[in-house]
Every structure is written in structure tokens, then in C-alpha cells.
């Protein structure tokens, strides 16, 4: 098992930026296939990001491309995403996740965290 715990979210002005980091304890951080996920209340949860064991391989979606930025410290057993450029539409509990199997899907996600809220004024 992988406990995950998120941190860093808040509220900030359109345009600034923030730094989300999810700090992992258990076995084998290193070989868990990670994301971030997001999620406004009424809509389902929606992947923003994920990034391979190893970091080499990452993916976004549309919305975040050239703004958010996913990476990770296997020897820190965290994973982050920084994000620049923040707009209203960003705001949303964001959700760290961690996948065994190469899943995008959020019902196939083994580990998750309780929430982080980024909340972004226009």
C-alpha cells in the first residue's frame, strides 16, 4: 500500500502561480505510475497530469499544457506539479493518485490522496 498526503493548495489571483506536492510513504514510490487529478463539485474528476516511474514520460491535458508542470523525487518519495499562469477555470480540489497498471482512468487508480484545493480569483 501507498498512503498519499497533498499539500500546497490555496488561494491565489489569476495569474500567479503555485506548487502542489504529494509526499507518498510505503513500498516501491518508485515503480508507482503518478497523477494529479481535479474536480469541481457536480462534474466528474478529471486528469491534469501524470508521470512515468521514472519521470522521462509525462502527459497533460489540453488545458494544462505550457502552464502546468509534473515531476518527481523518488529518493523523496513526492511527486509535485507546479503551476503558472493560473486561471479562474483551474479552481478545483486536486487530488494526488497513484497507478500500478498505466491507467488514465480515475476508477483505475489504486492510491489516492484527500484533496488539495487551489482556488483561483479572478
Known amino acids: 500500500q501507498v498512503l498519499l498526503v497533498e499539500s500546497g493548495g490555496g488561494l491565489v489571483q489569476a495569474g500567479a502561480s503555485l506548487r502542489l506536492s504529494c509526499a507518498a510513504s510505503?513500498?516501491?514510490?518508485?515503480?508507482?505510475?503518478m497523477a494529479w487529478f481535479r474536480q469541481v463539485p457536480g462534474k466528474e474528476r478529471e486528469l491534469v497530469a501524470q508521470?512515468?516511474?521514472?519521470?522521462?514520460?509525462?502527459y497533460y491535458t489540453d488545458s494544462a499544457k505550457g502552464r502546468f508542470t509534473i515531476s518527481r523525487d523518488n529518493a523523496k518519495s513526492t511527486v509535485y506539479l507546479q503551476m503558472n499562469s493560473l486561471r479562474p477555470e483551474d479552481t478545483a480540489n486536486y487530488y494526488c493518485?497513484?497507478?500500478?497498471?498505466?491507467?488514465?482512468?480515475?476508477?483505475?487508480?489504486?492510491?489516492w490522496g484527500e484533496g488539495t484545493l487551489v482556488a483561483v480569483s479572478s
Open positions: 510505503g513500498r516501491d514510490f518508485s515503480r508507482v505510475i
Open positions: 493518485a497513484g497507478d500500478g497498471a498505466a491507467s488514465r482512468q480515475a476508477c483505475d487508480m489504486d492510491y
Open positions: 508521470i512515468s516511474w521514472s519521470g522521462a514520460t509525462t
